[in-house]
């Protein structure tokens, strides 16, 4: 077998034009005219004459890849796509093995057009009474209409499957990064024919940059800048810009930006298919999937598009929302510091890595002096002002790193991480004199932020949460009660 397919692989191509061919034996034996033979995607081969017969319709349609002269195995090789001639020898082996007619489907590609096409291959073993090997004919007919169809089907299935998925495990990505990651992950996983993905985002200074990617390199992306009065370099404006587009030509566009980034495997980005992500009809970012193969991209994909597009806004809507309803169930919302039992969370991770790695860290609880005067005396407005100012200069004076909670009223809560105890009592000691020489007006009458404080060091003086508390706040009263006396 292996024999008969390298004498395939030699055969010379000879174009049926004028010739009459007789194939078959017997009562099986079928005469071939001119018109038929011409009008159909006929071929036949004859291992005897070393020759293979292929119809003038065959040729018409691989003309830019054929030459006179050529073997069939050197015209497999130019219009096969590499990756699939393993598999179009291995069904050809099938073909000549089997006793009835068979058929097996290809894909080729053919000079000049930069669409794969995929063709249908039937033929029959045609064998003397001996059993010897005649010659084999059969028929190529171009079916991409219905490869294309039945590939759309099942790519809008992975897709709906896809946003499905996307869907499910939105509420339980914290980051919208790792949420982008998923949604081009399995966008290209359902669109074949999509070589890169990226995620562009509109920055506060009205440049794109990619955010999230699949198939750019990694410093590329990072370097990569587009700004917004070139989005795609003119050939369209953001106002127009409102969904699904196809750029085609994206090689041969010349400019002062370049269109896209490097890519992992070099390829060369022809055309982009994407489209506007807009929240509250804010212009926030741009899908774009891109392809090495130029006019790739169709209606069906537009309009496969527009889907992805509603669903990416719908998700990233409830994300938003969700993140919203998160950071309000967290945080307080006149400072902006997190609540009380954000802040116990917090605490028992950290004090899960303290045990773990051998680190101490410290406990402050804190509290305003004079609230309910101020309050009484100039309204709650003037009480949140105080409150205000104080969180504001607290959180501006410490480090990044230091976690502050309002626990409620006038008091709040301090966890200092990675400083010695005789260090965070020096910066509270100067933090608060800061402050006694800070005071602020209110309508006319000025008010001094003034508060008490008492610190705990774990693991010196307390392993648990209720233990540095009860400490650190016994401490806090002694404080207040000192300099009442004085």
Known sequence: MVRIIEQLRNASIVPITRTTIKAGTGDRSILF???????????????????????????N????????????????????????????????????????????????????????????????????????????SGIVEDVSQSVLSEQKNSQLTKIQDALLDINHHMATIGDLDKLMDLILNRITEAMTHIDCASFLTLNKDNYFTISNSIGYDREAVKNFKLPYDELFFKKTTAAMYQGPMIVNDVHRIKGKFTPIAKTIKNIQIKSLLNTPIKIDNELVGIISLDSSKNYIFNEDDLEILQYIKEQIEIAVSKYRMYEKIKFISRHDQLTGFINRSYFEELFSQN?????????????????????????????????????????????????????????????????????????????????????????????????????????????????????????????????????RLN
């Open 351 to 483: 004090l899960k890595l303290a045990k773990r790695y051998k680190s101490s860290f410290s406990l402050a609880v804190m509290d305003l002096d004079g609230l309910k005067k101020v309050n009484d005396n100039y309204g709650h407005m003037a009480g949140d002002l105080l409150i205000t100012t104080f969180s504001e200069n607290i959180k501006n004076y410490f480090r990044e790193s230091d976690i502050f909670s309002r626990f409620g009223g006038d008091e709040f809560a301090g966890l200092f991480l990675a400083i010695k105890s005789h260090t965070l009592q020096q910066k509270f000691n100067d933090f608060t004199e800061l402050l006694a020489g800070k005071p602020f007006e209110y309508n006319g009458d000025v008010i001094t932020c003034s508060f008490s404080y008492g610190l705990a060091a774990y693991p010196k003086e307390g392993t648990t949460f209720m233990e540095l508390f009860k400490l650190a706040d016994s401490r806090m009263y002694k404080f207040k009660n000192d300099k």
């Open 61 to 136: 349609a691989v003309e830019d890849s054929y030459s006179e002269g050529m073997s069939i195995g050197n015209l497999i090789k130019t219009i096969i796509i590499p990756e699939h001639i393993s598999a179009f020898l291995s069904n050809f082996t099938a073909l000549l093995n089997s006793k009835e007619n068979q058929s097996f489907i290809a894909e080729v590609k053919i000079k000049g057009s930069d669409n794969p096409v995929w063709i249908r291959i039937s033929g029959r073993v045609n064998r003397y009474k001996n059993n010897r090997l005649k010659d084999i």
């Open 33 to 59: 005219s001119n018109p038929d033979l011409v009008k159909e995607g006929f071929w036949i081969w004859e291992p005897k004459e070393k020759l293979i017969y292929i119809s003038e319709k065959i040729i």
